[in-house]
């Protein structure tokens, strides 16, 4: 038997699964997945029925020995150990009453392991108790502040809109890993003859993708764009009809121009010809002629100038012709939940305080009054934030924490209770997808295991039992409700046949240059920062100390802390987490490669293996983040607190590392 699902990990995938179901005689107790395959939905036209490595392995995962599959309570011996649902579920109702008059004590921290219509259940509850809840990202905050400031509103030209595309430029999109579905529309576009540029500071996957590279210095892609926007200003290349559709020409194109161009290379490390293939691209001359595409990865905006290096990215998009029209455009990303109507989760009412993701910790210690519950779901913010073991320690200074987990992460394993939820595959779902305009219908294909629940029947068994409940919508409701936006025009009983459909979303984003802002223009940035050394050098170390660059790049076996291989915990491989550097890397000639290797940061340091790979910026130490803090694997406990200049959030590839020794 089949059955559609999707996948709602935090990718932009958002795939449709066809999920197959074994004979219920079959016996299946050596098959870690329990017979069910899973394999791609072929009708869906943006993942046509591709499925990546973690999404066939989502059946073996559901089934994992380490799956949590009962409510866990901490004990007076200081163990958490198994309990009933009525015995969790009033514990926590209990702690709630208790602080109900001061709301500000309450703390409610959502992540992005699970998004959708019914998943709003948490937001509800808390918003509804006026809880304190999370400010900033830890994700692409400062990419989505700079396509506001620029645009108005983030937006950008239908996926499949790239196929008109002459020519592409990747900043840093990791096609291979990150975005496998993109990664194939690139590969076809090639087929046909369509040239692509990438740029990026080296370590990731886009050979397979790539015509041209630019190896640039990590961060300093708004150098870069601003040394081609400044030829073309210098060339009176911007027609009047595209500058006059601008606010701030004249003020940008001076600040440009007293600009040198040698200095703006300098400090992205790219060379004159570097300067030149970006411009062919940009300027119609790599392809035939017709629009280029530009795709923005989020890994450039993890930086303390991340939304400026998007702003002038933007902006040479903008400037050299190639925004508002088909087969151009800047792709940076939508929010997943534009075409759905998600707002019963936003209660109106302000939370009672806010934390800012990138500082948790240090927000959590200094606050006053002190948070007293903590409730987390589908975040594991004790591994992902930066400088872990400061928040590992926050959390375990609050009276009382609750977790929502599949698993003992480094977060569960600090909660005084863990409530065990349902995975993809076992829950029902409606959620979009960062990237596309399609929207998924997740079946709940699989049962769940032991005592597992829904994350909507947790959040609405707490605010049932407290001592003045808080009523909660039938659950259909929720989903028929999601599906009431102007975007769509489908019924819940035609997407669950299907499994998806598409949001009637505009073809080319911006069509005429007309933009979100109020004067309708597009707004140019008033700054460029030529402050790279400075922001490079954390906490005032001398760059001499930590003289490279740290990156945390996806791994293609993990979402995020995830792992996404059958059978695989992070906790099974307990060698040392492998890094690369280039061949060139100066930190090689100091290094006794048969002794062990430390990455030191001024906040921690860890074992590692040094391997060697071709491409990488010299000054630059690639790391996959994932890794836990339990096993000693998370990068984030090398990782300082840092926020982006835009959209508060954070600047994980800021941090300046050595290695020795
Ligand atoms: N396999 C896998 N897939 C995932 C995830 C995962 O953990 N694993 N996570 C998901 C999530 S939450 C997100 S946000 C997305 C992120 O997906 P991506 O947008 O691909 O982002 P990152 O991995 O953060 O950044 C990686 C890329 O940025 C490049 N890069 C780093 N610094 C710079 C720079 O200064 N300039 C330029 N031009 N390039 C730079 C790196 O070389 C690399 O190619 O992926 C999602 N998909
Ligand atoms: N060093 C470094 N750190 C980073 C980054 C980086 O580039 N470098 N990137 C950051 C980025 S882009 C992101 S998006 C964040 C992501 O950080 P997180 O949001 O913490 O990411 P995940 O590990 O995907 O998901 C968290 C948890 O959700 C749980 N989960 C899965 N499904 C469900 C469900 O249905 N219900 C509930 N309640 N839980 C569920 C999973 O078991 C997992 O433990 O990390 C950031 N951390
Ligand atoms: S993780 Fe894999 S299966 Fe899941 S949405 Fe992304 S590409 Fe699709
Ligand atoms: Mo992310």
């Not at 900033?136 to 983030?154: K, N, T, W």
Request: net charge negative; hydrophobic share 40%.
């Amino acid at each position: 038997m089949q059955r559609l699902s999707a996948c709602s990990l935090d990718c932009h995938g958002a795939c449709s699964l066809v999920v197959h179901l074994p004979d219920e005689e079959t016996s299946l107790h050596d098959d870690p997945a329990g017979g069910v395959r899973v394999s791609g939905n072929p009708d869906h036209p943006f993942t046509r029925g591709v499925v990546c490595v973690k999404g066939r392995g989502l059946a073996a995962r559901r089934l994992s020995p380490d799956r949590i599959t009962t409510p866990l309570v901490r004990g007076r011996d200081g163990a958490l150990h198994p309990a009933t649902w009525d015995e969790a579920l009033a514990l926590c109702a209990a702690r709630l009453d208790a602080l109900r008059d001061t709301p500000e004590s309450i703390l409610h921290l959502r992540g992005f392991g699970y998004r959708g219509a019914l998943a709003e259940a948490s937001n509800y509850l808390f918003n509804s108790l006026g809880a304190a809840s999370k400010r900033g990202s830890l994700c692409d905050g400062a990419g989505d502040a700079a396509c506001e400031a620029d645009f108005g509103a983030p937006d950008h030209n239908d996926s499949d809109d790239l196929a008109n595309a002459a020519a592409i430029v990747n900043w840093g999109k990791d096609l291979a890993r990150s975005s496998l579905h993109l990664g194939l529309m690139v590969r076809d576009a090639r087929k046909r003859g369509v040239p692509v540029l990438t740029i990026s500071p080296g370590g990731d996957d886009n050979d397979a993708f790539t015509d041209a590279r630019i190896r640039i210095r990590p961060g300093g892609d708004r150098f870069l764009a601003a040394a081609a926007i400044r030829r073309l200003l210098a060339d009176d290349a911007v027609p009047q009809a595209i500058s006059e559709r601008t606010r701030g020409f004249a003020e940008f194109r001076a600040m440009l121009l007293a600009m040198n161009e040698s200095e703006l290379l300098a400090a992205c490390d790219a060379t004159p010809a570097d300067l030149d293939t970006l411009c062919r691209w940009m300027r119609g001359q790599a392809g035939n002629g017709g629009p280029t595409a530009s795709l923005l990865g989020w890994g450039l905006q993890r930086y303390l100038r991340g939304g400026e290096s998007v702003r002038f990215i933007n902006a040479l998009v903008m400037l050299s012709g190639n925004m508002g029209v088909s087969g151009g455009g800047a792709y940076y990303g939508i929010s997943s939940g534009r075409s759905l109507d998600l707002s019963w989760g936003k209660k109106s009412g302000k939370p009672a305080r806010t934390f800012l993701l990138s500082h948790l910790a240090q927000e959590l210690a200094a606050a006053d009054p002190p948070v007293r519950f903590l409730w987390v779901d589908a975040f594991n913010p004790v591994n992902q934030s930066p400088d872990a073991p400061a928040l590992a320690r926050a959390v375990e200074a609050i009276d009382f924490t609750v977790v929502v987990e599949a698993f003992l992460t480094d977060t569960a394993r600090r909660a005084d209770v863990v409530l065990p939820c349902a995975l993809v595959l076992e829950r029902e779902e409606i959620f979009g997808s960062a990237y596309h305009n399609y929207i998924a219908y997740a079946a709940p294909a699989c049962p769940m295991p032991g005592e597992v629940r829904h994350d909507f029947d947790i959040a609405r068994g707490v605010a049932e039992r407290l001592a003045r409940p808080i009523p909660f919508p039938d659950r259909e409701d929720v989903l028929r409700q999601a599906l009431r936006s102007p975007w769509l025009e489908v019924s819940l009983e035609e997407l669950k046949a299907t499994g998806w459909t598409k949001a009637r979303r505009a073809a080319v984003a911006w069509e005429g240059l007309r933009f979100a802002h109020a004067d309708g223009l597009y707004h140019l940035p008033e700054a460029l920062h030529m402050d790279w050394a400075a922001a490079t050098t954390p906490h005032g170390a001398s760059p001499d100390d930590y003289p490279l660059h740290l990156l945390t790049l996806l791994a293609p076996d993990y979402v995020n802390s995830q792992v996404g291989l059958p059978g695989r915990q992070p906790g099974d491989n307990t060698e040392p987490v492998t890094v690369q550097v280039a061949p060139e890397c100066p930190a090689l000639a100091t290094l006794d490669m048969d002794r062990p290797v430390f990455i030191v940061s001024p906040h921690g340091h860890m074992p590692v293996q040094v391997q060697t790979r071709p491409g990488i910026h010299p000054r630059t130490v690639i790391m996959p983040r994932g890794g836990w803090l339990a096993h000693g694997r998370s990068p984030n406990a090398l990782i300082a607190p840092l926020a982006t200049d835009m959209g508060d959030s954070t600047a994980y590839y800021d941090q300046q590392v050595r290695l020795e020794n």
